[in-house]
């Protein structure tokens, strides 16, 4: 693997051969490496794990998020050793290798997540060649040539080609939420690389879902008579996917729809709000990031992935920021003070993570029921 600073790291090679370009992150979290993989918010990513057992529990159909992995690779600390669990039915390097995903293992995943925290995300080149043939130098000059995440619009790439109806429910809802429910309200979801446990979790708290591509517009958004309309998560900056978002966002506002948004869609909604989003040095990815909730003291536990924040200078009178992040202060919530319309940056979905904000999904659906 190159970084773009002219740094070299040798691994052993697993998943599919070539090489690729993206931006570098680091994620935290202990499990759920097959959900990260596929999750679409990571288009344009590599993903270093700091755990250092990835691979040991395969990979099965019911845990990707997506068709597909959408990282565009993996860099771990160990080459994956046999799966042992009873649900898996391939093998991570096989599932890479099918799916034209490049991973490499053996490098010291943590002491490259210190240099990411200290340089910010690099650009990278990640090549897997098994006889070993690497020009560095050109590995060097494809990591330059990223361009980079800032301006990206990575929506169009992930988001659905035709609108669909979604009623799967979560396989597992914790106690202390109400058990999967029949559909009572109708809501729109905007896919701009939705995961599907966010779609599970809206049915099971009561929401009959039709999901429709990121480019909708309101009219098209309205047409449906939604109870309500949910902001997906996805990938890339929030101000480039803005041309075509912001202005349904705005539309449906006006109609005076509830809203939720999670991750990118809590960042589109701030834009359309008229706030402004920055990109942050090394982002947030990982299960236990601590967030308050401004309004009742509670700290939740939560699950995050993203690499751009709402700045929080930037929000308009009668937008409250509602959650903040217990690592750096930077924005995790917002709520219109008059409105149902509220979003959070981190992932209620848990998918993977802590279950502490589920009761997100709860407050959208009761929002709607008046
Ligand atoms: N998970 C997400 O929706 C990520 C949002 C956005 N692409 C970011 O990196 O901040």
Redesign the pocket.
């Known amino acids: 693997m190159a970084l773009a600073d002219g740094s070299i790291f040798y691994g052993y090679g697993f998943g599919a051969t070539g090489v690729t370009t993206a931006e570098l992150c680091f994620n935290t979290a202990m499990t759920g490496y097959q959900e990260i993989m596929t999750?679409p918010?990571y288009a344009g990513q590599i993903v270093t794990f700091t755990f250092p057992h990835i691979g040991n529990t395969g990979v099965n159909p019911e845990d990707d998020e997506t068709a597909d992995p959408v990282a565009a690779g993996m860099v771990v600390k160990w080459d994956p050793t046999q799966p042992s669990n009873w649900r898996a039915t391939e093998t991570l390097s096989d599932w890479l290798a099918k799916r034209g995903r490049i991973a490499i293992g053996g490098l010291d995943t943590r002491r490259l997540t210190r240099a990411i925290r200290q340089q910010g995300a690099p650009h990278v080149a990640l090549a897997h060649d098994p006889d070993g043939n690497f020009d560095t130098d050109a590995l060097v000059e494809q990591a330059r040539a990223f361009p980079g995440?800032e301006g990206l619009d990575?929506a169009l790439d992930v988001t659905c080609s035709q609108s669909y109806r979604w009623d799967e429910m979560r396989w597992a809802w914790p106690d202390g939420y109400p058990r999967q429910t029949a559909p009572k309200h109708k809501v729109v979801a905007i896919d701009?690389?939705a995961k599907r446990n966010i779609l599970r979790c809206l049915a099971s708290a009561g929401c009959d879902v039709t999901v429709l591509p990121a480019t909708a517009t309101a009219a098209e958004v309205l047409a449906h008579e939604p109870d309500g309309v949910f902001l997906?998560?996805?990938?890339?900056?929030?101000a480039a996917t803005g041309a075509y978002a912001v202005p349904m966002i705005k539309g449906v506002l006006e109609a005076g729809k509830p809203m939720f948004g999670?991750?990118?869609?809590h960042?589109m909604l701030a834009l359309a709000l008229g706030a402004k989003t920055i990109k942050?040095n090394h982002?947030h990815h990982g299960a236990n990031h601590p967030v308050k909730d401004n309004e009742t003291g509670k700290v939740e536990i939560t699950s995050m992935?993203?690499?751009?924040?709402v700045d929080s200078q930037t929000l308009p009178k009668g937008v409250i920021e509602t959650h903040i992040s217990l690592f750096d202060g930077s924005n995790c919530g917002i709520r219109m003070e008059d409105r149902p319309v509220f979003s959070v940056q981190h992932?209620p979905e848990a998918s993977p993570g802590p279950q502490d904000s589920f009761y997100l999904f709860e407050r959208f659906a009761a929002s709607m029921a008046g």
């Open positions: 999750d918010s995440l990575l701009f690389g997906s998560n996805g990938p890339g900056d929030p999670i991750c990118l869609g960042q942050m982002g992935n993203h690499g751009f924040a992932h």
